[in-house]
């Protein structure tokens, strides 16, 4: 922590602010208040830091991300912290669905389906539809078929 950043917390709780309620501070943060923005952010890091990197079976670059993510969130969204409530589990809540939501998109990214034909042979996107069309032709044969029977008998 910067000899600047320490020279604001230590302000911050010379005025009483050091010993507010979790309420109070996200009250603050949601008012802009930086310093309490950097309160919560120094104070809250770490564990959730620790907390991410755990989820993200230590990728640090990804655990970095989603910390930033979180306290972003967290900041825009401090007006929704409900009085009464503990900090540190809302704000665990926004790291792991910031994880979740982000292995879904990776998840999402990486997926990919390849459909062969009775042959075996990996379909592109030019014999995809010419066996599509095929398929739709037995289809309304069997249907005609199906109709015929259903007539005669």
């Not at 230590?58 to 401090?78: N, P, S, V």
């Not at 009085?83 to 994880?99: D, K, P, Y």
């Not at 034909?117 to 069997?142: F, P, Q, R, T």
Request: overall charge negative; aromatic content about 10%; hydrophobic content about 40%.
């Amino acid at each position: 922590m910067s000899i600047k950043n320490k020279t604001k917390l230590l302000a911050l709780k010379l005025v009483g602010i050091g010993n507010i309620s979790d309420f109070e501070l996200m009250t603050l943060v949601s008012e802009g208040n930086r310093g309490a923005f950097e309160m919560m952010y120094n104070t809250y890091k770490r564990p959730i830091y620790n907390f991410l990197l755990n989820l993200c079976r230590g990728d640090e670059k990804l655990a970095e991300d989603l910390l930033q993510d979180t306290f972003l969130k967290a900041f825009h969204r401090a007006a929704q912290f409900k009085e009464g409530g503990r900090l540190t589990a809302w704000l665990w809540a926004i790291a792991r669905n910031n994880a979740f939501d982000s292995f879904k998109k990776k998840d999402a990214l990486n997926f990919t389906t390849t459909l062969t034909n009775e042959d075996g042979e990996v379909m592109n996107s030019e014999n995809l539809s010419v066996e599509l069309s095929h398929a739709e032709e037995l289809l309304i044969k069997e249907l005609d078929k199906a109709e015929v029977h259903h007539c005669v008998g």
